[in-house]
């Protein structure tokens, strides 16, 4: 590999954008294909479902071994409610290679000093949510107890395609939640794709033992465990 | 995953190396067959004095891949490597169940 083509792929995937850095395994030859780029029409296929599945593989072409390696942007995990969860809970994201986002428009709570390092947007979540854009590589999770700022949250996470949406809060509120959600309109369907109360039930106390069992829930639906 | 300070990033540490005039090759896993533990992709960064990051095993064929990578260093070649373990050593190699896997070593140039 060429030195600039390390420095090239590390500037891409610093931005968040997809890219495969493509490899002959005989000479060691290689170069950069984006997810914008047309790729010469025997691969074009092979490239696409590469993205696609997050999956890199060796073929063979022309008789002559190509490495796809595929680097996808890191899946996203945006945290609503800069709380005490939510601490142990960006780490744990970083720990698994999940990047985490902090949503909280109180600026009481959205104190960077408490999450070195972790990207924080003091916004409403309706609002920061439509500047994330979530996709199918992003999960979310409200943790703020308070109807105002989970909710919104919620329906945005709800009308998007994330992986993975989990709310905080006791079979009872998540009942009452559903409620208010109903009277929202939102329908079952969509309801139903919320994880409440969130987290696996691996009988979590501490806020860190919380923010393990959210993790886990993610990452057992990144992994299809989970719907 | 860049500027993750608990899961550490093979390719800003290559990068990072190599700015500090460091010789650097990259070992990647290309294939697998049966179980093995580090998925198609992982990667491991090795620097001229023999230091390294990351991971292409549970940790036993490091030592190969590492010193096939000075090997690269040295030479400036490309090379394929590749493990098979039987049943019976699986276990101290750290490849479960007789898994084979191909790594891929290559010099930064």
Redesign the interface.
């Known amino acids: 590999m060429k030195g600039a083509t390390l420095r090239v792929l590390n500037e891409i995937r610093r931005k968040r954008e997809g890219v495969i850095h493509a490899t002959w395994l005989d000479n060691g030859e290689s170069w950069l294909i984006g997810r914008d780029d047309a790729p010469d029409a025997a691969l074009a296929r092979d490239i696409r479902q590469a993205f696609r599945l997050d999956q890199s593989r060796t073929l063979e072409v022309k008789g002559r071994p190509l490495f796809l390696h595929v680097f996808n942007p890191p899946v996203r995990l945006v945290i609503v409610g800069a709380v005490h969860v939510a601490q142990s809970l960006a780490v744990l994201a970083r720990t698994t290679g999940i990047d985490p986002v902090i949503v909280d428009p109180r600026r009481a709570w959205a104190d960077a000093r408490r999450f070195p390092d972790v990207r924080m947007i003091e916004a409403w979540p309706d609002d920061a949510l439509a500047q994330l854009k979530p996709d199918h590589r992003t999960a979310v999770a409200a943790l703020t107890h308070d109807p105002r700022i989970d909710d919104p949250a919620l329906i945005a996470a709800l009308r998007s395609p994330a992986f993975y949406v989990g709310a905080l809060g006791s079979r009872r509120s998540h009942a009452r939640r559903l409620e208010r959600l109903a009277d929202e309109g939102l329908d079952g369907l969509a309801m139903a794709r919320i994880h409440g109360p969130v987290g696996l039930d691996i009988g979590a106390r501490s806020a860190e033992e919380i923010a393990l069992s959210i993790m886990a829930e993610v990452v057992a639906a990144r992994n299809g465990k989970v719907q | 995953?860049?500027?993750?300070?608990?899961?550490e990033d093979i390719?800003?540490t290559?990068?990072a190396w190599?700015g500090d005039g460091h010789q650097v090759a990259?070992a990647?896993v290309?294939?697998t067959w049966g179980s093995s533990p580090r998925p198609?992709?992982s990667q491991l960064v090795v620097r001229q004095d023999g230091s390294f990051r990351g991971s292409v095993s549970g940790g036993c064929i490091e030592a190969a891949v590492v010193a096939g990578a000075r090997e690269a260093m040295a030479d400036g070649?490309?090379r394929?490597l590749e493990f098979t373990v039987s049943n019976e050593r699986a276990w101290e190699v750290g490849l479960t169940c007789g898994g084979t896997v191909?790594v891929?070593i290559?010099p930064?140039?």
């Open positions: 995953m860049a500027e993750s300070g608990l899961m390719l800003e290559a990068e190599s990259l990647t290309t294939r198609v992709g070649k490309v394929t191909q891929f290559a930064l140039k």
